[in-house]
């Protein structure tokens, strides 16, 4: 069997590898070959199921719940398991409250267990939220090693269409490039930036709870810190807003003043594609399997995703196989 994997994102290459372990052929198509389309090259990298299930349903939490221990099946050693911390401003203490009420699977913490946890934030915050179960991992090199890993076992990668009844079977995780074509698919504008500071040292995911906008701030080692991530409805794809810039500085600024003075190494901005319940889905026609709709939860679902895949395709080759013997 030979399959034709259409994008390079995590959904794409998840499903690749999911589909070479199993044995088959697999090619994948993607006219950007850097990576510099992909939503994911802009995602956070967290793999928090309790945390997002403050505002997803509860199927993002259950198909979560796992997604370390695949990704460190897929790529082990990527996988940074510190957990996550969850922090609000003296005057924003409802926030924290209200996020309490909405998730599960972590422990309040003081003054004292912050600063055991994250020194450099000592005597800035009164009370936080630990989830200690959760995991985090780089993006951008989790692409760049899955794509390696890829091609060592035998993967192609190609840039250029090919006719496609070459293949028994089409995977399409184009994503964003589906919105106006795939029904009910819509864009959500994402934008993050990276700062570059030598005073900061963090072990782990700070989610910084706002009234208007709550943050992430991520560190990548090294002195790099990822900020993120606005979620805005719109399909408008142009570069990071002055507005969101400046928000996105002020809660890196409220999380530690010294980030006042750290480099803005890079903005971006993206277009995460969405269905109505910001839950993926996985469906048929013809020989043509897609995946869609990963939303802001693509490092955290795709590989549970990638396994539906597969077995549909195994299952609809199944079938056709025992409908030529009848």
Not at 28 to 50: E, I, K, T
Not at 150 to 174: N, Q
Not at 204 to 229: D, K
Request: charged content about 25%; hydrophobic content about 45%.
């Amino acid at each position: 069997m030979r399959i034709l994997v259409k994008g390079a994102g995590v959904a794409g290459l998840t499903v690749a590898h999911e589909l070479s372990v199993r044995g088959v052929h697999v090619t994948v198509l993607d006219p950007h070959a850097n990576f510099d389309q992909a939503a994911s090259w802009l995602a956070g990298g967290m793999l928090a199921p309790w945390c997002e299930r403050e505002s997803a349903d509860e199927a993002v939490l259950k198909r979560g719940l796992d997604a370390a221990d695949r990704w460190e099946a897929i790529l082990p050693g990527q996988v940074i398991r510190n957990g996550t911390l969850v922090l609000a401003s003296t005057r924003d203490q409802n926030e924290l409250k209200r996020f309490a009420t909405r998730t599960t699977g972590y422990r309040w913490v003081e003054d004292n267990d912050i600063t055991v946890l994250e020194p450099a934030l000592a005597g800035r915050f009164r009370s936080g939220l630990f989830f200690a179960e959760e995991a985090h991992l780089d993006p951008r090199r989790t692409l760049l090693g899955l794509k390696a890993q890829l091609r060592a076992k035998g993967v192609a990668f190609i840039t250029t269409a090919v006719l496609e009844d070459e293949f028994s079977e089409i995977i399409d995780c184009t994503g964003a490039a589906g919105i106006g074509h795939t029904d009910d698919l819509r864009g959500v504008r994402g934008e993050m930036l990276y700062l570059r500071t030598e005073e900061v040292t963090l072990s782990r995911p700070i989610r910084l709870l706002h009234p208007r906008v709550p943050v992430y701030i991520v560190p990548r080692g090294g002195g790099l810190f990822m900020v993120g991530a606005t979620m805005i409805e719109t399909d408008f794809d142009g570069p990071i807003t002055a507005r969101s810039l400046m928000e996105l500085l002020n809660a890196a600024y409220a999380l530690h003043p010294a980030f006042a003075e750290a480099t803005v190494v890079e903005t971006g901005a993206g277009i995460r594609p969405a269905f109505p319940d910001n839950f993926p889905r996985v469906s048929r026609d013809g020989k043509t399997t897609s995946l869609n709709g990963l939303y802001r939860h693509g490092f955290l679902l795709a590989p549970a995703m990638a396994v539906d895949v597969a077995d549909l395709v195994f299952s609809a080759q199944t079938n056709q196989r025992n409908s030529r013997c009848t």
